[in-house]
């Protein structure tokens, strides 16, 4: 009884600091040049998500160089993910079409230059493609993942390759990293990791009700994207496994 009712004074208590974090966040935005640069925007989204961070107790942390440019390659877990990432380094998002249109979170992805791609749409991949070349070379990071959906964490997905294409035309580099979550009252798979048809509203109000949740990024070593896209695919998918099994094993130690 006694937890339950923790359980649901944590939720009372950081539900609503979150949408004020939230709502504070888009007020912010007002204060962007309408020309706003993409450094600008991924600034603002960086602040604007620790502080969301902050206000539902996710703690963040990471192993590596912070990347200060260049694709940045990971498993997908979460939609926490990307409040992550942005909490950890500003950067913008290659995101499919969908999250435009979720509540809030759309418009934070829209604000902040996110690439929306139509999946399963040929015709869109070239607009995409551009749109994440021209973030590449204004000296953002770009955060991209290439499993093209979220899992529970025991494996990473074969990698999509397309969307590694514009890092090679551009000739940026290319950074893998995993990230992980723990908790000490759940099971991640179930209560952090989003996944499935998992109802959404429903799952975020049940992470509210966590302790604590930690969550680590572990960066590897960039490397120059060049060369075939499909063997520079598989490089990186061995990278972000070796990363991934490594957060594993310190969770379990």
Same mark, same amino acid.
């Given at each position: 009884?006694?937890?339950?009712? #923790?359980? =649901?004074?944590?939720?009372?208590? +950081?539900?609503?600091?979150?949408? #004020?974090?939230?709502?504070?966040?888009?007020?912010?935005?007002?204060?962007?040049?309408?020309?706003?640069?993409?450094? @600008?925007?991924?600034?603002? $989204?960086?602040?604007?998500?620790?502080?969301? $961070?902050?206000?539902?107790?996710?703690?963040?942390?990471?192993?590596?160089?912070?990347?200060?440019?260049?694709?940045?390659?990971?498993?997908?877990?979460?939609?926490?993910?990307?409040?992550?990432?942005?909490?950890?380094?500003?950067?913008?998002?290659?995101?499919?079409? @969908?999250?435009?249109?979720?509540?809030?979170?759309?418009?934070? #992805?829209?604000?902040?230059?996110?690439?929306?791609?139509?999946?399963?749409?040929?015709?869109?991949?070239?607009?995409?493609?551009?749109?994440?070349?021209?973030? &590449?070379?204004?000296?953002?990071?770009?955060?991209?993942?290439?499993?093209?959906?979220?899992?529970?964490?025991?494996?990473? &997905?074969?990698?999509?390759?397309?969307?590694?294409?514009?890092?090679?035309? #551009?000739?940026?580099?290319?950074?893998?990293?995993?990230?992980?979550?723990?908790?000490?009252?759940?099971?991640?798979?179930?209560?952090?990791?989003?996944?499935?048809?998992?109802?959404?509203?429903?799952?975020?109000?049940?992470?509210?009700?966590?302790?604590?949740? +930690?969550?680590?990024?572990?960066?590897?070593?960039?490397?120059?994207?060049?060369?075939? +896209?499909? =063997?520079?695919?598989?490089? &990186?998918?061995?990278?972000?496994?070796?990363?991934? @099994? =490594?957060?594993?094993?310190?969770?379990?130690?």
């Amino acid at each position: 009884m006694g937890e339950l009712l #923790a359980r =649901q004074l944590r939720r009372a208590v +950081r539900l609503p600091a979150f949408l #004020a974090a939230a709502l504070y966040g888009l007020w912010e935005h007002r204060k962007l040049r309408r020309d706003a640069s993409r450094a @600008e925007c991924a600034e603002w $989204l960086h602040q604007s998500c620790a502080r969301g $961070l902050s206000a539902i107790h996710v703690h963040v942390s990471s192993t590596g160089a912070l990347p200060s440019h260049g694709l940045i390659v990971s498993n997908h877990l979460s939609y926490l993910d990307i409040l992550v990432f942005s909490a950890a380094v500003p950067c913008v998002f290659v995101s499919k079409a @969908e999250v435009e249109r979720w509540p809030i979170f759309g418009r934070y #992805a829209r604000w902040a230059g996110s690439v929306f791609v139509r999946r399963h749409d040929q015709a869109d991949t070239g607009r995409a493609n551009l749109s994440v070349v021209e973030s &590449l070379k204004s000296g953002v990071p770009v955060v991209l993942f290439p499993e093209g959906t979220t899992t529970d964490g025991q494996s990473v &997905l074969r990698f999509h390759s397309t969307m590694l294409q514009p890092a090679i035309d #551009a000739g940026a580099q290319v950074t893998p990293c995993s990230i992980s979550y723990e908790l000490d009252d759940g099971a991640v798979e179930r209560e952090v990791c989003w996944w499935g048809d998992m109802p959404l509203l429903h799952h975020f109000l049940n992470l509210l009700a966590k302790k604590t949740i +930690r969550t680590t990024i572990a960066f590897g070593t960039p490397q120059p994207a060049s060369g075939d +896209r499909k =063997q520079l695919s598989q490089m &990186l998918h061995d990278e972000v496994l070796r990363l991934h @099994e =490594q957060l594993r094993s310190r969770a379990v130690s």
